[in-house]
């Protein structure tokens, strides 16, 4: 560890901060909780690595094979990484732990990066530095997710800043049935968007090799699962606790936000991997994002529609029509034309909260939908197109556009389907999400 870091820290050795008896209540109290995983071996290298702390003895990494993770006694450290990964992991589950957990403890057990070894920390330290040691990152890396951070808000808050009159909404799209629920209220708005999990693959010297995006793994919960189905694998794969957005999402959300800011409301945002229940519950959503990445939102939106997912995310089938809707913006040739879809639909969460949700198959959809409902007339275009009662508080509705593009860009739309919701339906758990 280097000296810069180690004036992030103020480091104990567990056995000055615990008691043996502590120390092994507090190991049962983070097994209990839950944080660990349905795995075994995390719990079993945690319990073994108290032992030696307790022991007052420094654990090999061939050691914490055999008797952590039950290696046999031959195990290769050197051309096999499990230790390295499973270590890894643990020390973010001990970090996930406090974060839920015993936030107010004055001192935490953590595993230090480059160590085998369970250390005391002191939460002494002035509150950003404290996250900084505690979550094993420095300054720089502290310094890149502030930035990060600022250029969000700085597109949600600012831009409208340069022109006073973006803040203003133009009236008939306050009111209309796509924005009046979410805008005409005190409730505060949540902007969600659609975001992939990805991990790494480590190499045969425990290094990131790469990073992957596997459609059935979108959560750290998810890739636990894919490492106990290929066991062979599965050691090779780190969660890197990262998640990427498509390009057309900063697009959308560049239209979306004036809009939303005009509102004077309260406004956050988040990933929909960190979109909570009572988020849902709480908040007005505003989902921005691909169909793909719609996952918790995703029964909701399909419960009381006729809209299906068809054989894949690029694709929409139509029970009452029989229709499919079928891009062919994934892989575009270069100066070829494509088609590609864009969907808005409105609905009730809860008794107090609304959903409104900006997507698309791909970039275009996604695109042409965000201008969409920014877009009085195009909104207007919506209105007329449906049969809306005056007196529904929360209107329920979708509409899906046809759009044409070359070269990723869209250059023509056309409103090709338009329905009421059954609002009803959303928590009727019987409603299938996807059509086969």
């Not at 290769?76 to 970090?95: F, G, I, P, T």
């Not at 040739?333 to 409105?346: C, K, L, N, Q």
């Not at 389907?417 to 299938?432: E, H, M, Q, R, T």
Request: aromatic share 10%; net charge negative.
């Amino acid at each position: 560890m280097s000296e810069s870091n180690n004036n992030f820290f103020s480091f104990l050795a567990v056995s000055e901060a615990f008691s043996a008896e502590e120390l092994g209540a507090l190991c049962e109290r983070i097994i209990s909780s839950g944080v660990l995983g349905r795995s075994r071996h995390y719990a079993t290298l945690l319990r073994y690595l108290v032992k030696c702390s307790i022991e007052r003895s420094s654990p090999k990494e061939l050691e914490l094979a055999i008797n952590g993770l039950g290696k046999a006694e031959d195990f290769d450290v050197s051309s096999d990484s499990a230790v390295r990964v499973y270590v890894h992991q643990l020390r973010k589950k001990l970090e996930n732990y406090y974060a839920v957990n015993e936030q107010h403890s004055d001192v935490r057990i953590v595993i230090p990066k480059g160590q085998y070894d369970l250390v005391a920390i002191k939460k002494n330290l002035p509150e950003a530095e404290s996250k900084a040691a505690l979550f094993g990152i420095d300054a720089p890396s502290i310094l890149l997710v502030f930035v990060a951070v600022l250029l969000i808000i700085n597109l949600l808050f600012l831009i409208p800043e340069g022109n006073q009159q973006e803040r203003t909404i133009d009236p008939r799209l306050s009111s209309s049935p796509v924005w009046s629920s979410i805008l005409e209220d005190e409730k505060p708005i949540l902007l969600v968007m659609g975001d992939y999990y990805i991990f790494g693959e480590l190499n045969e010297n425990g290094n990131i090799a790469r990073m992957v995006r596997e459609f059935d793994v979108n959560s750290r919960n998810d890739l636990e699962d894919l490492q106990f189905a290929e066991m062979g694998r599965s050691e090779n794969y780190l969660d890197l606790d990262l998640s990427y957005i498509p390009e057309g999402s900063a697009f959308a959300l560049a239209n979306v936000a004036p809009v939303i800011y005009g509102s004077g409301k309260t406004i956050d945002i988040t990933m929909m991997s960190d979109l909570s229940s009572a988020d849902i519950r709480n908040n007005h959503i505003v989902y921005i994002g691909y169909l793909s990445a719609l996952e918790k939102l995703s029964d909701m939106t399909f419960a009381g529609s006729s809209l299906r997912i068809g054989r894949s995310y690029d694709e929409l089938f139509n029970t009452k029509t029989l229709e499919y809707y079928t891009s062919d913006a994934g892989l575009p040739e270069e100066g070829e034309p494509f088609r590609d879809f864009g969907m808005v639909a409105t609905f009730p969460a809860s008794s107090d909260t609304q959903v409104l949700m900006i997507a698309g198959m791909r970039d275009a959809g996604l695109m042409h939908a965000a201008q969409a409902v920014v877009n009085t007339e195009r909104v207007q275009e919506m209105e007329r197109s449906l049969d809306l009662s005056t007196n529904e508080e929360s209107p329920s509705f979708e509409s899906l556009f046809e759009v044409f593009g070359v070269d990723r860009l869209n250059f023509d739309a056309n409103l090709i389907y338009s329905a009421v919701l059954d609002s009803s339906k959303i928590w009727n758990p019987g409603n299938p999400k996807t059509f086969d």
